[in-house]
């Protein structure tokens, strides 16, 4: 028996594209079910300014196969020598879309994050009279805090802080992991969102070390305990508008994965759609796949619902995807979710 869903074609509101060869072999997996994608600017230089902003674009479309469509979303990479007049002027012209804060150190190429939040307090003001939206790594990265504690400690200490100093900053945490971190969302219903990643709604934090160390589902924020990816299942097949999907799917190769000292990141881009109509069909809430995929997203960032479809059906085989996508710089290993998944995106 095969079943069948339609949904309105949906959008990843937090991707890592990379550039070069790896940008070459991962954008088509994302482009191949996705219409736009918020683009993560942590490349090496960070992507901080209007014009480093416009050309990574640029550089995107140029990747994209013949016949293939994908709308970049641009982000600035928050640093604290941003100069608001820029930021303002690449969101009037339309090229950016968010400004993305990393407090320094937090993960991967975050080195030129922020230290002092004080320094990027005019940025913030700018942004929330423009109405641009900042997206949050919510970690503290001090060294006495526990990795698992993180994203609470962040809420309370630097999160809360800046919102409360900065009315109307439109804010979206990304790749939320714990349950203080749905909850803070709840609790706050004016211009705050948050996404939520494929792989936190599958895996908790005994996937990763339980049975021999398992690189490839390493990522920041690390996933946490199994009652805090329940509370992520709970609010994102809720059908509450302020949670939507990004993907965060960052490609890293094997050797940089599978090494004394991996780097975070899990590729998810090329079988997202198929795990979370699966992970939604468990929660009886097929009917908010697409809300959670497609319309939460759009809604939050002003921008309209895409208007062509995909389409997601169940069969009785398992449904094969590829176990790596092969780059330039070396194979890339597709989140294994570790169960049989029947539903294929088309
Ligand atoms: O796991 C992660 N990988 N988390 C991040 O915040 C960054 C990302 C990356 O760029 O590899
Ligand atoms: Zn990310």
């Known amino acids: 028996m095969t079943q069948s869903l339609t949904i309105a074609r949906p959008d990843d509101w937090h991707l890592h594209l990379r550039d070069g060869a790896m940008m070459q072999a991962v954008l088509p997996e994302t482009a191949r079910h996705f219409a736009r994608g918020i683009i993560m600017p942590n490349l090496v230089p960070p992507v901080v300014t209007g014009d480093q902003a416009a050309a990574y674009r640029e550089r995107i479309l140029a990747a994209l196969p013949e016949g293939m469509q994908f709308d970049p979303l641009m982000v600035l990479y928050l640093t604290e020598n941003t100069d608001p007049e820029d930021v303002a002027a690449a969101h009037a012209s339309g090229l950016v879309k968010a400004v993305k804060l990393y407090p320094a150190g937090a993960t991967t190429n975050s080195a030129s994050g922020v230290q002092n939040f004080d320094n990027v307090r005019p940025v913030l003001e700018k942004m929330a009279e423009i109405g641009l939206p900042l997206c949050v790594h919510g970690e503290v990265t001090d060294a006495e805090i526990d990795i698992f504690d993180r994203e609470a400690v962040f809420i309370d200490r630097v999160l809360d802080p800046i919102r409360q100093a900065t009315p109307g900053l439109k804010v979206v945490m990304e790749h939320i992991t714990t349950s203080n971190g749905v909850d803070y969302v709840k609790a706050n219903d ?24 398992k690189p490839h589902y390493y990522c920041l924020p690390v996933a946490k305990r199994e009652e805090h990816r329940l509370a992520l299942r709970a609010a994102a097949t809720s059908g509450d508008a302020r949670y ?103």
């Open 244 to 346: 939507f999907l990004g993907t965060d799917s960052a490609p890293h190769t094997d050797p940089l994965k599978e090494n004394s000292c991996g780097c975070a990141g899990c590729f998810t881009a090329t079988n997202t759609m198929s795990l979370l109509a699966h992970v939604f069909e468990e929660e009886n809430a097929l009917q908010n796949l697409e809300g959670f995929a497609s319309k939460n997203g759009p809604a939050f960032y002003g921008l309209p619902v895409n208007s062509d479809t995909l389409t997601l059906t169940k069969s009785s085989t398992a449904t094969q995807f590829p176990e790596k996508i092969e780059s330039q710089d070396g194979p890339v290993t597709v989140f294994d979710p570790g169960f049989p998944v029947f539903w294929t995106a088309t």
């Open 190 to 213: 004016k211009d705050l969102g948050a996404t939520i990643t494929t792989h936190h709604l599958i895996i908790n934090r005994n996937h990763i070390l339980v049975g021999g160390i």
